[in-house]
């Protein structure tokens, strides 16, 4: 840790994960805090996503043995959301889960909004650090990737709230696509008002997934 920088908790770094064959596979994760010594990364152990098979995420942290080493870059930027609007609408999964909880942790003490987050299971709820005017609902898909409109259906059902809203969406491809229709097409949400990504996708290594997104990202207006 020495000459990482501070208050990095929301950023991400790359891991560089050993493979079988002796190949590294690089994958991102969200630092869910920091401290001098260490930071924490957390893993969604995707063992049975619509594909049918884990990643090598899921794989090596599932073998690996305390104080072992691995290589890893970063720290990346954090997406924080911004002070001062009258509500927030949050939308996310497992793989933004450390994020959003890093985010609603940062929010002033009097702000207002609704977090919806898909898990996999009912054991994959926690307690998180929120102000008591946002709301969080949990959505239990059991494989990732298998119900793309979930999020956005379940922001559509909760109604569309008063005053100035800025939403927050990262999630897989698809889901993400579904959200970005409700919001910015159908909800008119401007680039100032809105923060959308996606993580993953299903099926897709990431490196394959980056392609894709960045494809997508061409197509959308400036």
């Known amino acids: 840790m020495a000459g990482f920088p501070a208050d990095c908790a929301g950023g991400y770094v790359k891991l560089r994960l050993p493979l079988p064959d002796g190949k590294v596979a690089v994958r991102t994760y969200t630092i869910r805090e920091q401290r001098p010594d260490a930071l924490d990364v957390d893993f969604a152990l995707h063992a049975e996503t619509a594909t049918g098979h884990a990643g090598p995420a899921t794989d090596w942290a599932m073998t690996v043995e305390p104080g072992a ?30 994020a959003i909880a890093v985010n609603l942790a940062a929010l002033s003490a009097d702000a207002r909004g609704l977090a919806v987050i898909e898990v996999m299971d009912a054991a994959d709820i926690q307690q998180l650090a929120k102000p008591e005017g946002v709301e969080v609902r949990w959505l ?23 005053g100035e809203v800025y939403a927050w969406c990262a999630s897989e491809f698809t889901a993400m696509q579904a959200l970005r229709t409700y919001l910015r097409e159908e909800r008119s949400l401007g680039p100032d008002q809105l923060y959308i990504s996606s993580y993953w996708k299903s099926g897709l290594t990431e490196e394959d997934h980056k392609r894709i997104k960045r494809e997508d990202a061409e197509t959308q207006p400036a």
């Open 69 to 98: 080493s691995i290589e890893a870059g970063g720290p990346g930027p954090a997406k924080p959301l911004p002070q001062g609007h009258d509500f927030y609408l949050i939308a996310g999964d497992m793989a933004s889960l450390p």
């Open 140 to 162: 239990v898909v059991p494989q990732p990737g298998s119900q793309p409109e979930a999020l956005a259906n379940a922001l559509r059902e909760a109604g569309w709230p008063h």
